[in-house]
């Protein structure tokens, strides 16, 4: 998806406030700055693991999304996030999130010991978890991280 330079310059722009679920296809490897900013009735969202990037706003004012569904915690991991607002949680006022891993409702996480380094805003706003394992294979965790 190409960044937007504005909010107002995506597509579906007039149209965000219809859409409740959102599925990425398999193919796309970058969801874009801005891309769903203001989709305020978006409540589950599917990120395939070709995802490798999320620009900066692409989640801001996504107040009831409720539902995360990724493939693996390892492509999410991996994930690079241009700020906060890229992270589909981070402005979920929603008390009662849920975190689907490959079809799983997960409030645990174990990070893989393949992974070495978690992203800036990886699990931001993510308080619903109950409890997170880090193998001694991370050797840098970023910025924001674990914030909320």
Do not use: H
Request: some cysteine; overall charge negative.
């Amino acid at each position: 998806m190409p960044d937007f330079a504005s909010y107002s310059d995506a597509p579906w722009y007039s149209g965000r406030s219809d859409v409740k679920t959102l599925v990425i296809g398999s193919n796309i490897t970058n969801i874009g700055q801005n891309a769903f900013y203001g989709s305020k009735n978006l409540k589950t969202v599917t990120i395939p693991s070709s995802v490798t990037k999320i620009g900066e706003n692409a989640f801001e004012e996504c107040g009831k999304l409720a539902t995360l569904n990724i493939d693996s915690i390892e492509s999410w991991c991996s994930v690079e996030l241009g700020n906060a607002y890229s992270n589909p949680f981070s402005e979920s006022g929603v008390v009662a999130k849920t975190l689907n891993v490959n079809g799983v409702a997960t409030t645990e996480l174990v990070i893989p010991d393949t992974i070495e380094a978690l992203s800036d805003s990886v699990f931001y706003n993510w308080g619903f978890l109950t409890s997170v394992t880090i193998p001694t294979s991370v050797k840098s965790i970023g910025r924001m991280a674990f914030q909320d």
